[in-house]
Each structure stands twice: as structure tokens, then as C-alpha cells.
């Protein structure tokens, strides 16, 4: 069996998406035991330069979101950021997932030699749409659903590697 474009991509951001749907749940849990305020852990961050834990969870919502839009000729639902409660967050990954099970196979099919040009700063580089999956898509993913789970416990919240990891079936 080959992998499709389609494979390699909206079902890891599903699975991404039902570990983020988790810790939400798990952080609302805690700050209603410890008798917090949400916004505690809302607007928490690992160090001052990176981006709170709703800033981890719409960069993973957009990278989601722009990955679709990168390699197909859908358009993609636009979300401000404004999310200010868990709730909200809730909210902006149910929705962005709600648009991933939009996403048929054959809006894919193709897209592994279409190129991709990412600028960042003084960064230029167009890959094809494999590179463009597997070097930065799942990566820079990954990097803001670990993160958000990192902020979660580094505030106290338990979480550990089997909630990074969520079901395996």
C-alpha cells in the first residue's frame, strides 16, 4: 500500500487535533480543582518570546488549515485569533477539524510535485509537496502540540507522554 498526500497528512492532524481536544480538557479539569483562573493557563508560556498555549494551538490550527490551502485549490476557512478561554479554544480545534473531514483524497492526489515557496525573514525555500509535508508541515506541527502540552505542565497540569501520545487505536 503507497501513501497518499492526503494519508500522510489530515489524518496526523485529526490525531493532533484529539491530543489538543484532550489537554483542553485536562487544563479546564485543573483549573477548576486548583480554583484558577483559565486565563492562567490561556495566556501561559514556556519563556517570554514564544507564544502562549492559545498561541501553540491556532499555529497548529492555521499550519493545518495552510497545508490544505498550499496544495489544493480549496479555500480555507479563516479564524482570528482571539480566543481567550479554553472554551474558545475548544472551539477553533473542533472547528478546524470539522473542515479537515471536508478534505477528500483526490483534492490531494497530484500535490506531491507541486512547489511550495515558504519566506520567513531572510528564509526562501520551495520544496515540492512531499519535502514540504515531511521537512516542515508535521514538524513545525508537532513543535505546537508538544509545546502546548509542555506549557500545560510546566504549569502544573498532569499531563506526561501517554496524553502527547493519545490512542493508538
Do not use: C, W
Not at 27 to 51: G, T
Not at 78 to 98: I, Y
Not at 139 to 149: K, L
Not at 155 to 160: D, R, S
Amino acid at each position: 500500500m503507497s501513501l497518499s498526500m492526503h494519508k500522510i497528512s489530515v489524518p496526523a492532524f485529526i490525531r493532533g487535533f484529539a491530543v489538543l481536544s484532550s489537554l483542553i480538557d485536562k487544563a479546564e479539569a485543573f483549573a477548576a480543582e486548583k480554583k484558577i483562573d483559565q486565563a492562567v493557563l490561556v495566556n501561559a508560556r514556556l519563556a517570554p518570546d514564544m507564544l502562549p498555549f492559545a498561541g501553540q494551538i491556532q499555529r497548529a490550527s492555521d499550519t493545518a488549515k495552510a497545508t490544505i490551502g498550499r496544495l489544493t485549490t480549496i479555500e480555507i476557512p479563516k479564524f482570528p485569533d482571539e480566543e481567550q478561554t479554553l472554551g474558545e479554544l475548544r472551539e477553533r480545534v473542533a472547528k478546524t477539524v470539522a473542515f479537515l473531514e471536508t478534505v477528500d483524497q483526490s483534492a490531494l492526489e497530484g500535490s506531491e510535485t507541486k512547489e511550495v515557496t515558504l519566506s520567513a525573514g531572510p528564509l526562501k525555500v520551495t520544496l515540492d509537496g512531499v519535502e514540504y509535508i515531511l521537512k516542515f508541515v508535521l514538524p513545525n506541527f508537532y513543535f505546537h502540540v508538544t509545546t502546548a502540552q509542555n506549557i500545560l505542565r510546566h504549569n502544573g497540569v498532569q499531563v506526561g507522554k501517554l496524553d502527547y501520545l493519545g490512542p493508538l487505536s
